[in-house]
């Protein structure tokens, strides 16, 4: 297997192979906790440091894990990462840790994490496995903020609401009350809401991936040149 | 082979779990220290909120107790209650009673309450209700528990003590009633335990426990 480059284990993470359009893993934060954009950010920034490190330590640790005990030497490395970040949190960042608190022991469960340790830190360099943490943690991050804020927008009609729980007393006026006297859709507040704006976005995706491959393909066809197989 | 094989996997293993172990324990023994001290500044601020720090001289956060009664707070767990006292007299105890009905569960709160029995404040210390309609309880979202000030059992009247779609005083919220009704319930029901219980409640002795530890953090400080 050749190594993947940089740009392209960037690409794969943000959009290519997007931990929530495109594998549909870690459904479960995805879905509970984006009722608002910044919930979503939250979630999201927890999760990629979560990932960003597990992937690097389970890559230093590639040649000495045997394969037959390797599922639950991850379940450890990640229990005992998730465990320390969030002790650390609750002692020297109270503030975030009390607004993301609850969502921290929720990343143990998240599949993502222990699916790239599987599937790419476990065969990849130290370096290129903290890339692919990274990215696809940020990628996960922007689709719950996307997710979130359509929610919040629909539901609530603002964005940024409560951002003080993350940035502190000082962000406590980054609400944008978009639409004003709003009373509210609450289906997308509830449950629903959150499968029916995944499905949503996820139809997005897949109609830009569309058109771009059409556009592509009516690029280059007058070439005569063939499409290489970018997917 | 076999059994080399295995015993060498399952040590590996093992050499895993105690060094994650070993991580975990020595991050929780480095972090508990500030991690009681973080609960104990929230729990002050939020004692603080109810009753500001001018009204007493003792050492509020310490003098609580643990009573019970599961009719009217709410919980069959033991229910803490701080007291807060100047030069010894009586100002008000702050009571975390359950409000048991909550739409998405039970509601636990702090309900505070002057000696003379109206209402210093009431605030939300842990809800599950439906986001953007029962958490607007919370005080950062509608003012709504601050309806509860002053109030007493007298104001209003005690059958008056529920939600205007009961026949009440008190606003329900559109859409939900469920968690108004139960947190106007649950406070009616701690201000009729003050009422039975008062001079109870400030008579009764710190539990040794606590008393113990309450003398540590002095020789701390």
Redesign the interface.
């Known amino acids: 297997m050749a190594d993947k480059s940089y740009s392209e284990i960037a690409y794969d993470g943000l959009w290519g192979n997007n931990v929530t359009f495109v594998q549909i893993l870690g459904l479960c934060p995805t879905l509970a906790v984006t009722n608002s954009l910044i919930n979503g950010l939250g979630m999201g920034l927890a999760t990629a440091l979560v990932l960003a490190s597990s992937n690097t330590l389970i890559s230093a640790v590639r040649h000495v894990i045997r394969p037959d005990v390797r599922i639950p030497v991850y379940v450890l490395v990640i229990a005992s990462l998730v465990t320390i970040i969030d002790l650390l949190m609750n002692a020297y960042l109270p503030a975030l840790h009390k607004s993301l608190g609850i969502f921290i022991p929720l990343i143990v469960v998240n599949c993502t994490v222990i699916g790239r340790a599987e599937a790419f830190a476990s065969k990849n360099s130290v370096g290129r496995s903290f890339a692919d943490g990274l990215t696809m943690g940020i990628g996960f991050t922007l689709a719950l903020v996307l997710l979130g804020g359509m929610r919040e927008l629909i539901g609530s009609g603002t964005l940024f609401a409560h951002s003080e729980m993350l940035f502190g007393a000082g962000a406590k006026d980054f609400t944008i009350t978009v639409f004003h006297h709003y009373q509210g859709l609450l289906l997308a507040i509830l449950p629903p809401g959150a499968f029916l704006g995944l499905g949503l976005l996820i139809a997005l995706k897949h109609f830009i991936d569309a058109k771009v491959a059409s556009r592509r393909v009516s690029v280059e066809e007058p070439a005569g040149s063939e499409a290489t197989a970018a997917g | 082979m076999l059994v080399k ?1 295995m015993m ?3 040590t ?2 093992g050499l ?2 105690m060094v ?2 070993g ?2 324990a020595i ?2 023994d ?3 220290g ?2 009681a001290q ?1 609960q104990e ?2 729990l002050q601020q939020s004692l603080r909120a109810l009753v500001p720090a001018t009204r007493y001289n003792n050492d509020f956060s310490h003098d609580h107790i643990e009573v019970h009664d599961r009719p009217l707070l709410g919980t069959g767990d033991p229910v803490i209650v701080y007291r807060a006292r100047k030069d010894g007299k009586p100002v008000a105890v702050v009571i975390e009673s359950v409000a048991p009905d909550g739409y998405g569960g039970p509601i636990v709160l702090l309900v505070g309450i002057n000696y003379d029995g109206t209402i210093a404040g009431v605030r939300v210390v842990s809800e599950q209700e ?4 029962g958490t607007n309880i919370e005080p ?1 979202r509608t003012h709504w528990i601050f309806s509860f000030d002053g109030r007493s059992l007298h104001n209003p009247q005690l059958d008056k003590w529920k939600v205007k779609k009961d026949g009440g005083i008190f606003d329900q919220f ?2 939900a009633t469920i968690t108004p009704r139960a947190v106007v319930k649950a406070v009616r029901n701690t201000l009729l335990y003050y009422q039975q219980h008062r001079d109870a409640l400030f008579a009764a002795k710190v539990p040794e426990k606590t008393a113990v530890k309450h003398e540590d953090a002095k020789h701390g400080g």
Request: glycine letters at 10%; zero cysteines; proline letters at 3%.
């Open positions: 094989k060498l996997s399952a590996l293993l895993f779990a994650g172990t991580l975990v991050t929780y480095n972090a508990k500030r991690i973080n500044e929230s439906t986001p953007g309609l950062d559109t859409g």
